[in-house]
């Protein structure tokens, strides 16, 4: 199975930072990639497909980069409603697996 | 709306038996591959099995593998798990989640989630 790895676990920051999620595949997925944004109780919600792709109705400061094994998720200029726990997932083969999370909080 | 929700869930012995549903509205559910994702503490986020439009094409988990059948019920827009010979580890929120795409044929990112419904497994 291909191992995602996110970093940091945690992230303290405030509104109106620009924050940065990195996700690294233990082999290359491509460009498989996507990014989930998920709130205390509520399921994850995608925001990121295609590595790049910004999913329909996701505010334009959430952006996704990268291609093979190294991948990042950047919020620019953070809002109230960002904080919450952020998820890659690689769809390139079988099992799709995720990361562990990344927990953006309140500094 | 386009929509997905769960049910089915509740708290079940080791080694007993669950089936999940999950009715779907809001779009031509006969178009989209589905899948089933859980969530535990200790697991974290783990995808369980795919299904494709037609039911043509099924994956799973290793570690549902012979265990869980995924099934679907186009007629009546509704996706199922049946899950048997349940352990602890199967403790977990259970999610029903849409492909992006019409047809797909494989997992990709998953794009319309449910609110999920609570499996427990204890003595």
């Known amino acids: 199975d291909i191992q995602m790895t996110q970093s940091p676990s945690t992230l303290s920051a405030s509104v109106g930072d620009r924050v940065t999620i990195t996700c690294r595949a233990s082999q290359s997925v491509s460009t498989w990639l996507a990014w989930y944004q998920q709130k205390p109780g509520k399921a994850p919600k995608l925001l990121i497909y295609?590595?790049?792709g910004l999913e329909s109705g996701v505010p334009s400061r959430f952006s996704g980069r990268g291609s093979g094994t190294e991948f990042t998720l950047t919020i620019s200029g953070l809002q109230p409603d960002d904080f919450a726990t952020y998820y890659c997932?690689?769809?390139?083969?079988?099992?799709?697996?995720f990361g562990g999370g990344t927990k953006v909080e309140i500094k | 709306e386009v929509q997905l929700v769960e049910s089915g869930g509740g708290s079940v012995q080791p080694g007993g038996s669950l089936r999940l549903a999950c009715a779907a509205s809001g779009f031509i559910f006969s178009d989209f591959a589905m899948n089933w994702v859980r969530q535990s503490p200790d697991r974290g986020l783990e995808w369980v099995a795919f299904?494709?439009?037609?039911?043509?094409?099924?994956y799973y988990a290793d570690s549902v593998k012979g265990r869980f059948t995924v099934s679907r019920d186009n007629a009546n827009n509704s996706l199922y798990l049946q899950m048997g010979s349940l352990k602890d580890e199967d403790t977990a929120v259970y999610y029903c989640a849409r492909d992006p795409g019409q047809f797909g044929g494989y997992p990709d990112s998953l794009q319309i989630w449910g609110q999920g419904t609570m499996v427990t497994v204890s003595s």
């Open positions: 299904i494709s439009s037609s039911s043509g094409t099924k």
């Open positions: 295609k590595a790049s």
């Open positions: 997932q690689q769809c390139s083969s079988l099992p799709p697996t």
